[in-house]
């Protein structure tokens, strides 16, 4: 069984976020890129979470209902078919990179995962919602982190 992976043409695992993808510039989600998904997959779902956050975890992006046939999202998603959560910022879909200055660059941690049955999630869910609907229902998982720093 092929793995599943996940990447961006925009960044390299580990690698730095560019500018444009960040609060300030706006907030357009970063273009990705997956395959290996399992075919007893019936959906994706999506998290990028900060882990280096001053308060803890920081939630910038969530989407559920992701079509298992999709090989990846282009910049600024919106895909009727997706349903996109709430982040941590408060805003439905992406919110970009926003570390507070001076700090050491920060992680966003991209996590693809691939679900059954789905996760009956609609948009305007939370990260507690997304935690609840993932139990129980991941067959694999992949990852890809960028750094940012301000």
Known sequence: MEQMTLGSPEFADDGPIPAAHSRR?????????????????????????DPDAPGGTFVHWMLAGIPRDLDGLAT??????????????????????????????????????????????????????????LKGKVLATATLTGTYAR
């Open 25 to 49: 510039a706006g907030d357009a989600s970063p273009a990705l890129r997956w395959s290996g998904v399992p075919a007893a997959a019936v959906e994706l779902a999506l998290t990028c979470e």
């Open 76 to 133: 600024r998603v919106e895909d009727p078919r997706i349903a996109r959560g709430r982040n941590d910022f408060g805003d439905l879909g992406y919110g970009g990179p926003h570390p507070p200055p001076g700090d050491a660059p920060h992680r966003y941690v991209f996590t693809l995962y691939a679900l059954r049955p789905p996760s009956g999630l609609t948009s305007g869910f939370t990260s507690a919602d997304m935690r609840a609907a």
